[in-house]
């Protein structure tokens, strides 16, 4: 280190740092850990660093950027099987019990010719509660629909308490079949989830509520979605988890390649077809090629269900 009046001011060897001064045109972060040398220096008002190093530990990724009548960015995800969209995707019937071949059931091909008409959802409603996370707090509810929640007619319900109704093609998109509805925002894990609905057979699962009637109110809610219970639940099944997110909006759908693998091998072992194909997710005409058209959803074919879900996703039949 050099005295007040020397030029050279100070020279590091091994570990150093680059610590430019704060500028509005550097936004990304300057990597640490570098290894060599750095020296300052004082020119009458002028300061001069200098910075000869090999970068060890962190380090910034690269990024590659695409600029033409659009910028784009490359991206590579990999996603383990656990890693299922949650809080997005859920079945309006218990499937176990209404939807024949379940759980083998592709829900993009869903033929309502097979589902008895007592099962048969021709209208519904969906509801959801969001229990106040502290007494002073404000209720998240008011406005909403007093009414009793039960995944079944024997079990203990939820309520009565006050239930927000989703407004369907905005909070929700509501499959054709009616079967299985898809949340434009992912669920809290606090969140209670519940639904309504009448049947082809004219019952109702229900009191099928659309005003508050007050605390006196008797009205009745099939319960699908309860906060932190496992399998033992009723309400375990109308959860999907067969469904993987892929991307956003900006997601250019003929970019997309997908790879399926077990053990880094994308094979079964001793045999000649591809796990994408083995599990009905490719191409027809290539077992090697992701089907884009059928199983990233929303599809073309699914204007309504662009118009809420605004991401991409691979949908395992």
Do not use: C
């Not at 995800?77 to 019990?97: I, K, M």
């Not at 039960?150 to 079967?179: C, E, F, H, K, M």
């Not at 229900?206 to 008797?218: C, H, L, M, N, Y």
């Not at 059928?294 to 662009?306: E, G, H, K, T």
Request: glycine fraction near 8%; charge should be negative; avoid cysteine.
């Amino acid at each position: 280190e050099g005295l007040e009046d020397e030029i050279i001011r100070r020279i590091e060897v091994g570990t150093v740092s680059f610590q430019p001064p704060q500028s509005r045109f550097i936004t990304a972060a300057i990597p640490t850990n570098n290894f060599g040398v750095n020296a300052r220096f004082e020119v009458g008002p002028i300061l001069l660093q200098t910075l000869a190093a090999t970068q060890k530990g962190s380090q910034v990724a690269e990024r590659v950027y695409t600029v033409g009548q659009t910028t784009s960015q490359p991206q590579d995800r990999q996603l383990r099987d656990l890693d299922f969209e949650t809080g997005r995707f859920f079945w309006v019937v218990d499937p176990s019990t209404a939807v024949p071949g379940y759980p083998a059931v592709d829900i993009l091909t869903l033929s309502t010719g097979v589902i008895a008409p007592a099962d048969q959802p021709a209208q519904v409603r969906v509801y959801r509660y969001r229990p106040p996370q502290s007494q002073s707090e404000a209720d998240p509810n008011l406005g909403g629909i007093t009414a009793l929640a039960r995944p079944n007619s024997n079990a203990p319900g939820v309520g009565p308490v006050r239930w927000q109704l989703l407004i369907q093609g905005t909070d929700y998109y509501l499959d054709p079949s009616g079967l299985w509805f898809a949340l434009a925002t992912k669920l809290d894990q606090n969140d209670y989830l519940a639904v309504s609905y009448t049947t082809a057979a004219g019952t109702t699962i229900g009191s099928f509520p659309s005003e508050d009637r007050g605390q006196g109110s008797t009205d009745s809610l099939r319960l699908i979605v309860e906060p932190k219970k496992g399998p033992e639940a009723a309400t375990f099944r109308h959860e999907m988890r067969q469904i993987y997110r892929v991307a956003g909006a900006d997601l250019d759908p003929t970019s997309l390649q997908v790879n399926l693998s077990v053990n880094r091998s994308e094979r079964p072992q001793g045999q000649s077809t591809t796990y994408l194909a083995l599990l009905g997710l490719a191409s027809s005409a290539d077992q090697n090629v992701f089907d884009r058209e059928n199983r990233l959803f929303p599809r073309s074919r699914d204007p309504d269900a662009a118009e809420v879900v605004r991401e991409s996703y691979i949908v395992f039949p």
